[in-house]
């Protein structure tokens, strides 16, 4: 079964630097999402992407955080100068478009963000 | 997207079915319930969804009572690593109405 890969599993950066989180989507999915969890805590909607662009982000995604899908199979996150409140799970996710509208996301297993 | 009530925890003894409700009172007409779960910090994993009718795939049965106000989903013969949180997620179909709002889900413990 297709699934969402994510790299790396785990990141540690230091409070300052940038980090790209890496993600490959399923091959025939157009929507694409990032999600966050710190530790305890819900599973948070950072934004959303389609057609090359964003279609709808959270008050958490600020100036500090940016997307791109730089070729036809990868999809990243980047943020730009990491805080120690950044420390999260994050996940991607692919949906399709179905007769009935939007397909299920597919979530990836997510890299562990730790900034020191 | 309509809010969703679930209790915090349940247990549920292996080998038994798991039965887990949902509030959702203030669903509207095209809206979806979803389920999902998360297995320790792995990624949620998609379960079921369905808008009206009572759905069933390999991994459990979904019941949506005829108001869809209320959902149950069925994990028919619980195992051990049907330990988990279970999300029930309302969302709508619309173009522009994509992404997933979690709230904090029920712990289901399947006990030996």
């Known amino acids: 079964e297709p699934e969402v890969t994510q790299t790396p599993s785990h990141q540690v950066t230091q409070m300052g630097q940038e980090v790209i989180l890496r993600c490959v989507p399923i091959s025939n999915h157009l929507y694409f999402y990032w999600y966050r969890q710190i530790l305890g805590q819900k599973v948070e909607f950072l934004v959303s992407f389609y057609n090359n662009e964003i279609s709808e982000k959270s008050e958490i995604f600020d100036d500090q955080f940016s997307v791109e899908r730089p070729d036809g199979s990868n999809f990243t996150l980047k943020i730009r100068s990491t805080k120690l409140e950044d420390s999260a799970m994050y996940f991607c996710?692919?949906?399709?478009?179905?007769?009935?509208?939007?397909?299920?996301?597919?979530f990836g297993n997510g890299t562990r963000l730790t900034v020191t | 997207d309509a809010k969703t009530t679930q209790p915090t925890s349940m247990d549920c003894a292996e080998g038994r079915a798991a039965n887990l409700p949902c509030n959702h009172s203030t669903i509207s007409g095209n809206e979806y319930v979803y389920w999902y779960r998360q297995i320790h910090s792995q990624g949620p994993q998609y379960i079921i969804h369905?808008?009206?009718n009572n759905e069933t795939n390999e991994m459990a049965s979904l019941i949506i009572t005829e108001d869809r106000k209320s959902s149950t989903l069925i994990l028919p013969h619980a195992t051990l690593r049907d330990t988990a949180v279970y999300y029930c997620i309302v969302r709508g179909a619309n173009f522009g109405n994509e992404k997933l709002t979690f709230g904090t889900g029920t712990r289901l413990t399947i006990i030996p």
């Open positions: 369905g808008l009206k």
């Open positions: 996710a692919s949906s399709d478009v179905s007769g009935s509208g939007i397909s299920p996301l597919h």
